[in-house]
């Protein structure tokens, strides 16, 4: 993820390398920033790849294959290799998909608690602004 904001950022190669899932409250502020803007960018596109290789099943990639005039007529080992090579795409397929899901779920719950911690500092700001000076001391 972080080659992919890097590039657009510019960000310096020890930034870019501290970005993870897993340090989201540490990440460069211009990160921060960037991310609801990429997510909001990217996200019909990456919608419509993961529709499209869902899509992509053994039955649909099958019925393709099969559909299509010359390949109609295979049997025997031709079958079965045309078969198993199907299988191997609809797998590789599935996979592919299962990690974009993951990516986006995981870009989508880092902007979730981003979100969560800037509108916990807003509260705050907003708490010590409502509070009386008097009652400070």
Not at 2 to 16: A, D, M, R
Not at 50 to 75: Q, R
Not at 107 to 132: F, G, V
């Amino acid at each position: 993820m972080g080659y992919v904001i890097s590039s657009t950022l510019f960000l310096k190669n020890e930034i870019t390398e501290s970005i993870t899932f897993d340090n989201i409250k540490d990440w460069d502020p211009r990160v921060k920033r960037y991310l609801p803007e990429f997510i909001r960018n990217n996200d019909i596109k990456a919608k419509a790849m993961n529709a499209v290789l869902d899509l992509g099943g053994i039955v649909p990639t099958a019925s393709a294959v099969f559909g299509f005039g010359p390949l109609k007529d295979m049997k025997g080992v031709n079958g079965v290799v045309l078969w198993l090579c199907t299988f191997v795409l609809t797998l590789a397929m599935g996979l592919f998909a299962a990690w974009r899901k993951r990516y986006w779920n995981r870009l989508r719950n880092c902007q979730r608690i981003l979100m969560e911690e800037t509108k916990s500092a807003e509260d705050a700001d907003k708490t010590a602004q409502a509070t009386p000076s008097h009652a400070i001391q």
